[in-house]
């Protein structure tokens, strides 16, 4: 690609960003590097529009470095419950303390700093610094690759290393180094309101006509997706055991892995064996057995098949008072604490289960 080329599209992609690019988003308003950051990383995998509530209410709660590093981890997941990939608010915290510790609560200032810090990756970290700072560092998220993918019809997977390679070549060459904040916004623009996945608008796109793919009339067929691979499944028994005063037991997962360092349900391959688990564990028996509906979720390498037994102890347990990673909860309360979302879900509609048979108890008890 020439020097003009490269140029041309630089230019064209700052006009249209300054007539039609967002300006209003949460994270763009007292555009700190702070604030940049926490947006980028709610930001990966997840759409602006899911991503909106959720920053908003992380911002009051953490407004800057030092107040995210004093939290609680279990306050940062609870905030963080419903998006989803887990390891991103555990890795934003991790990261916090390092910036707190090392860095005075100032988010370093040179991109090779920032990826040295938990969960931040080459892309997010061009977008700290060109969009907080306007130092001119490209930036290659989802929306951008497919953008560049098309523009120059690139072949392949963009998560493919080599193919990966070819597209941030290209990012470093078309990058505007007067205005780099303006222009990364502007791509990131583009390619979510423009250059979509589906059905791209390509009469409305400032690229279409130096743009190979819809040259070519291939905008469905780049950016070639995932190479397709068959989800394993698995299953597992979601224990909901409540106490004699009808609190949950919670357990915390282990900090990686699926769902790391989450409040959740403790879990049973092997549905005969429950009584045992109680009596061992819990130290009592079991006076109730109920399965509920099956349900299914599906995370990025397998899909799990949940069975939900709702268990009701035949007494107090006394096994679980010194155990820190273990904890009784009312299901109202369990909002305060980081929940995988399925998990949440069901502990809702428990309660609105629960509530219900105690209004009627009350209709039928009514003198």
Not at 131 to 156: K, S, T, W, Y
Not at 282 to 304: D, M, N, Q, S
Request: charged share 20%; glycine share 6%.
């Amino acid at each position: 690609m020439t020097q003009p080329a490269s140029a041309k599209i630089a230019s064209r992609v700052l006009a249209w960003f300054d007539r039609w690019g967002r300006r209003d988003l949460p994270w763009q308003h007292e555009r700190t590097p702070y604030r940049v950051w926490v947006s980028e990383i709610m930001l990966q995998q997840t759409q602006v529009s899911v991503v909106i509530p959720y920053f908003e209410r992380f911002i009051r709660a953490f407004p800057d470095v030092s107040a995210l590093a004093a939290a609680e981890l279990d306050q940062v997941l609870a905030l963080w419950s419903g998006l989803g990939y887990y390891a991103r608010p555990r890795n934003l915290h991790r990261a916090a303390w390092i910036i707190r510790d090392r860095y005075d609560g100032i988010l370093p200032k040179t991109i090779a700093e920032l990826q040295r810090l938990p969960g931040i990756g080459r892309s997010t970290a061009g977008a700290i610094l060109s969009l907080a700072a306007n130092q001119p560092h490209p930036i290659l998220d989802g929306n951008v690759r497919r953008l560049f993918a098309r523009l120059f019809a690139i072949e392949g997977w963009p998560g493919q290393g080599s193919v990966l390679n070819q597209l941030w070549a290209l990012a470093e060459q078309c990058l505007a180094r007067d205005r780099p904040g303006d222009y990364n916004q502007g791509l990131m623009d583009l390619g979510s309101l423009v250059c979509t996945r589906t059905r791209p608008q390509c009469p409305a796109c400032p690229l279409a006509d130096l743009c190979l793919a819809h040259a070519q009339g291939r905008q469905s067929e780049l950016p070639a997706p995932r190479p397709r691979q068959a989800l394993p499944t698995r299953s597992t028994n979601l224990l909901v055991i409540r106490n004699p005063e009808g609190a949950i037991l919670l357990e915390r997962r282990p900090s990686v892995g699926i769902w790391g360092g989450l409040w959740s349900l403790p879990e049973l391959d092997a549905p005969d064996a429950l009584a045992a688990w109680c009596i061992d564990q819990l130290g009592v028996g079991c006076k109730r057995i109920v399965k509920l509906t099956e349900r299914h979720h599906t995370f990025t390498h397998y899909r799990l098949r949940m069975q939900p037994v709702v268990v009701e102890l035949s007494g107090w347990p006394a096994q679980i008072q010194d155990r820190e990673d273990r904890h009784w909860v009312f299901p109202k309360a369990g909002a305060a604490l980081g929940l995988p979302a399925p998990i949440a879900r069901l502990l809702a509609e428990l309660d609105e289960i629960h509530e219900a048979r105690y209004q009627i108890s009350l209709r039928l008890n009514d003198p």
